[in-house]
């Protein structure tokens, strides 16, 4: 086996990895900024959650057939591109701001736009690091990864809130600004092409059932992708029950957010140790123990101990749950063939997001009829169940990845 240098010396990565680093911080700079401004320019919380609605439907309905294309074409000239398009949405949405131009409509628009680039950029960014790093340092780089969206998350919102107090068209501003930082990266980390000899293209439904097929094909990998979105849906659910039991606790708007940033604090740290975590276990038994780790946490948070204990419990599983998304990336990344990567990245964005909005949704009705710990309990015992079955599955168990 060929020797390769540590990842921090692998240029192409390094670059790639900070210029999506800036971007992702403008990200979460608009995610409170976007919402401040729809309701301060027409009062329509409705609309608010419109545009950001808006957004991840573009993404879910794009990113299937932008996963074909994306193995179809140059994966630089894709990832350039749909940065670049990103790039010029942004400017276009602050230079309206500035002026006052901006109508109702719009922000669909702008939002919609986005999305579908989004579409394009994260299956192009997968093949990307494919091409770049070393099959022995994925774990690291996808730690790496990891860590850069929970700092962006923690410091995006906040920062975006004080900027967005200064003037309102600073966030977006510095939005566009990050996007032009991202795209000069990415042309200089010079990312290789897709090889010259490459397999007919395919109609797209014929693209799309090859890339299903090989995944259900995939035994380990399946029950493995099964358990990670039961996982999406039902840590998503105990959002809401959550700010509920802080309520019903005596905790304000203060207390509550205090122990949400407990999720950003544990997630970064997480998300640095998830290599590590990552080699304590196989891939199959690790997903499982994180699992039970979470419904745990979740049954200690609903002990009846003031409005600030869910904090520690709330950490400890936002500190485990990036070594799942690190594993789940890096074995994918490993066994699907280069010229599918693409493809069944956006089958498993699509699956992942797909069930997203289910969650607050079913949360939102729980602790509507049983109250906040009640929920937060019943939720943490239905993951326990959910890890007891993946543990009776042989092919998890055995799945090494």
């Given at each position: 086996?060929?020797?390769?240098?540590?990842?921090?010396r692998?240029?192409p990565?390094?670059?790639?990895?900070?210029?999506g680093?800036?971007?992702?911080?403008?990200?979460?700079?608009?995610?409170?900024?976007?919402?401040?401004?729809?309701?301060?320019?027409?009062?329509?919380?409705?609309?608010?959650?419109?545009?950001?609605?808006?957004?991840?439907?573009?993404?879910?309905?794009?990113?299937l057939?932008?996963?074909?294309?994306?193995?179809?074409?140059?994966?630089?000239?894709t990832?350039?591109?749909?940065?670049?398009?990103?790039?010029?949405?942004?400017?276009?949405?602050?230079?309206?701001?500035?002026t006052?131009?901006?109508d109702?409509?719009?922000?669909?628009?702008?939002?919609?736009?986005?999305?579908?680039?989004?579409?394009?950029?994260?299956?192009?960014?997968?093949?990307?690091?494919?091409?770049?790093?070393?099959?022995?340092?994925?774990?690291?780089?996808?730690?790496?990864?990891?860590?850069?969206?929970?700092?962006?998350?923690?410091?995006?919102?906040?920062?975006?809130?004080?900027?967005?107090?200064?003037?309102?068209?600073?966030?977006?501003?510095?939005?566009?600004?990050?996007?032009?930082?991202?795209?000069?990266?990415?042309?200089?980390?010079?990312?290789?092409?897709?090889?010259?000899?490459?397999?007919p293209?395919?109609?797209?439904?014929?693209?799309?059932?090859?890339?299903?097929?090989?995944?259900?094909?995939?035994?380990?990998?399946?029950e493995?992708?099964?358990?990670?979105?039961?996982?999406?849906?039902?840590?998503g659910?105990?959002?809401?029950?959550?700010?509920?039991?802080?309520?019903?606790?005596?905790?304000?708007?203060?207390?509550?957010?205090?122990?949400?940033?407990?999720?950003?604090?544990?997630?970064?740290a997480?998300?640095?140790?998830?290599?590590?975590?990552?080699?304590?276990?196989?891939?199959g038994?690790?997903?499982?123990?994180?699992?039970?780790?979470?419904?745990?946490?979740?049954?200690?948070?609903?002990?009846?101990?003031?409005?600030?204990?869910?904090?520690?419990?709330?950490?400890?599983?936002s500190?485990?749950?990036?070594?799942?998304?690190v594993?789940?990336?890096?074995?994918?990344?490993?066994?699907?063939?280069?010229?599918?990567?693409?493809?069944?990245?956006?089958?498993?964005?699509?699956?992942?997001r797909?069930l997203?909005?289910?969650?607050?949704?079913?949360?939102?009705?729980?602790?509507?009829?049983?109250?906040?710990?009640?929920?937060?309990?019943?939720?943490?015992?239905?993951?326990?169940?959910?890890?007891?079955?993946a543990?009776s599955?042989?092919?998890?168990?055995?799945?090494?990845?």
């Amino acid at each position: 086996m060929a020797d390769h240098p540590p990842l921090r010396r692998n240029r192409p990565f390094q670059l790639l990895w900070i210029g999506g680093a800036v971007s992702q911080l403008g990200v979460e700079l608009t995610k409170l900024a976007m919402p401040l401004l729809v309701l301060a320019l027409t009062s329509s919380p409705g609309l608010a959650g419109l545009v950001t609605g808006a957004k991840v439907a573009a993404t879910v309905l794009v990113q299937l057939p932008a996963g074909v294309w994306v193995d179809r074409w140059d994966r630089r000239r894709t990832l350039i591109t749909a940065q670049a398009l990103q790039l010029a949405n942004a400017v276009l949405l602050a230079v309206l701001v500035m002026t006052g131009l901006l109508d109702a409509w719009q922000f669909l628009v702008f939002g919609i736009v986005d999305g579908a680039c989004q579409a394009f950029t994260e299956p192009a960014r997968t093949t990307a690091i494919r091409a770049i790093v070393p099959p022995q340092q994925l774990a690291t780089a996808y730690a790496q990864e990891e860590s850069r969206n929970h700092a962006a998350r923690l410091l995006g919102p906040p920062l975006g809130g004080l900027l967005y107090g200064i003037a309102r068209a600073v966030p977006f501003v510095l939005d566009a600004v990050t996007y032009l930082v991202a795209l000069v990266f990415t042309v200089m980390a010079k990312v290789p092409r897709r090889p010259e000899v490459a397999a007919p293209p395919q109609r797209m439904h014929r693209a799309l059932g090859e890339s299903f097929a090989w995944l259900w094909r995939q035994r380990g990998l399946r029950e493995a992708t099964l358990l990670v979105n039961a996982l999406n849906l039902l840590g998503g659910a105990f959002m809401i029950p959550l700010i509920v039991l802080v309520t019903e606790r005596g905790g304000d708007a203060r207390v509550t957010g205090a122990v949400m940033a407990g999720i950003g604090i544990g997630g970064l740290a997480g998300a640095l140790l998830s290599a590590r975590i990552g080699r304590l276990l196989p891939p199959g038994p690790l997903m499982v123990a994180v699992v039970a780790v979470f419904g745990a946490c979740l049954l200690v948070m609903a002990l009846p101990f003031g409005p600030w204990w869910p904090l520690l419990p709330l950490m400890v599983l936002s500190v485990t749950t990036p070594a799942l998304n690190v594993v789940l990336s890096v074995v994918t990344t490993r066994l699907v063939p280069e010229d599918m990567i693409g493809r069944v990245s956006s089958v498993l964005g699509v699956l992942g997001r797909g069930l997203a909005p289910i969650g607050p949704v079913l949360g939102g009705a729980l602790a509507g009829v049983l109250g906040g710990a009640r929920s937060v309990a019943l939720i943490g015992v239905v993951i326990l169940v959910t890890a007891g079955v993946a543990i009776s599955s042989r092919a998890l168990r055995g799945f090494t990845g």
